[in-house]
């Protein structure tokens, strides 16, 4: 498959691409990675513009997209806060995106209402990049963390994958299971009752022949994982605040916990952590997270260069 086939795509959801897709990228991220550690120099997109909007917090996706967008040679407009927009003054998203759309070649934007970057895409002529809305969807995440599953595993085919955590409002594990129903993969879900996997999304996997293991007791499950995708407990979404406090701490990663997985489990986490990972295993060979950090500059790189028309 030809990446040229993404010029002027949006990517909404990892649901927007097909397996054969999501391998190309990823073929892509994989020769970009000389680019995106300054080893190698390209200006491909040298006279584009990218806007990047972020209506809510970030700094690995906002910061890679931008880092991805330099290293290709193109030129960021960035807005990192609603209030800094007109939108604080009334403007509608609509007509928003309708301006932005003219300053620009490309739109990359998180916002906290799910929906909102595929509404992006009626108003725009250039490709919308979703880099997150409410906990609906993050499909450039996704495609970073299957880049940095295959990397470290050689495969993901086959892997006994354990998602562990808020699996209720995490944006991150439900792009990542309909991503991984693309493969033929083992999943267990770990979470407190009141944050596992919401029911359609199950349905969905059982609809499809798989039978993810769902428990709340990470013990009974961590000696057969080969990935631990770990999740923080996501205050900022929770309607009650009591709420928080019953399952705030519940999982924590830690060389103890670890001495109970495979020796080469991997441990990766969408970042930011709280205290579900602890500290002390950051050096260890099973910690993954940061270097899944990093690929999301090569990833994104891909993905800037084939939706822009880029050459590498
Ligand atoms: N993983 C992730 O989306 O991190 P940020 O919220 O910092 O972008």
New binding site residues.
């Given amino acids: 498959m030809d990446y040229r086939q993404f010029i002027g795509r949006n990517v909404v959801s990892i649901k927007d691409l097909t397996k054969d897709e999501v391998e190309c990228l990823l073929d892509l991220a994989e020769r970009m990675i000389p680019y995106a550690k300054g080893e190698k120099r390209t200006k491909t997109l040298d006279g584009k513009i990218i806007a990047n909007l972020f209506f809510e917090?970030?700094?690995?996706?906002?910061l890679s997209f931008e880092s991805a967008a330099h290293r290709l040679g193109a030129q960021i407009l960035d807005v990192s806060q609603m209030s800094a927009t007109s939108i604080a003054k009334g403007e509608t998203l609509a007509d928003t995106i309708r301006m932005v759309d003219s300053y620009c070649d490309a739109i990359v934007m998180r916002h906290p209402y799910e929906g909102a970057a595929r509404l992006a895409t009626k108003y725009a002529k250039s490709p919308v990049i979703n880099a997150?809305d409410g906990a609906a969807s993050?499909p450039t995440?996704t495609l970073l963390d299957l880049f940095t599953i295959r990397n470290c595993k050689g495969k993901i085919d086959g892997l006994n994958i354990t998602l562990v955590g808020d699996l209720k409002y995490g944006r991150?594990v439900h792009s990542l299971v309909d991503a991984l129903m693309m493969y033929d993969v083992k999943l267990t879900f770990v979470a407190p009752d009141s944050l596992q996997m919401p029911a359609d999304i199950v349905e969905n996997l059982r609809n499809h022949g798989y039978d993810p293991r769902i428990t709340s007791d990470l013990g009974e499950v961590i000696k057969d994982s080969d990935v631990l995708y770990v999740t923080r407990i996501q205050k900022e979404r929770f309607p009650d605040p009591a709420e928080y406090k019953k399952v705030a701490g519940t999982y924590r990663i830690d060389k103890l916990a670890l001495l109970e997985a495979k020796s080469d489990v991997i441990v990766m986490h969408?970042?930011?952590r709280v205290d579900e990972i602890s500290t002390d295993i950051d050096d260890t060979p099973n910690a993954k997270y940061f270097e899944q950090a990093f690929n999301g500059i090569p990833v994104r790189m891909a993905l800037l260069c084939a939706v822009l028309g880029g050459e590498i």
């Fill in positions: 917090p970030s700094t690995r996706t906002r997150g993050h995440q991150t969408p970042l930011p």
